[in-house]
């Protein structure tokens, strides 16, 4: 599947944890499937398989990876090079929000190529801030077999300047297994 490092004190997501635990066993269960879904559950809605930060935190420092369902013949590069993979991600970014006012602006972005897998990695680093939060965001998307895979690091931007060199050796480190 993926797999990256990251700072060795921080820990799981348990709400993330328990929530995959569910997925599974519903997934390998011999019971047939409720008849109506519950209002609780949500469809389409892409949520982290994976997340860490540090122990007893809020969660608005953390990275996670998402892994979103897409046709067998979606290609990042269609979107064009780094710059407007970012872009085209941020405007998701900001869309998904569902806040007014929230803005994003694109600090970098860059392509890294695994020729021994043929996959392209597009590292981004960018801004989302509105009245109420300013957050920086070091993430890294790639696309494999009708999968879309999507690392990302948040800090409070006021946390930026400690977590900065972390981020990037997580981005950095991001790779599918498998």
Known sequence: MTEFIYPESWVEDQTVFYRAVRKAELERSLDPPPLRKSSRQRENVNEPIVAFGPPGTSGELN???IVSKVPLDFS???FGGPK???EA???TVIASSRRPNVKGSLIESNLREDPSTNVRYYGLEFKVESPTFQRHNVAVCCARSGKLFTLNAQSPESTWPSVKADFYTIAGSF???S
């Open 175 to 177: 790779r599918l297994t």
């Open 84 to 86: 407007e993979v970012g």
């Open 76 to 78: 990042i590069e269609s």
């Open 89 to 91: 991600v941020l405007r």
């Open 63 to 65: 990275v996670s990876v």
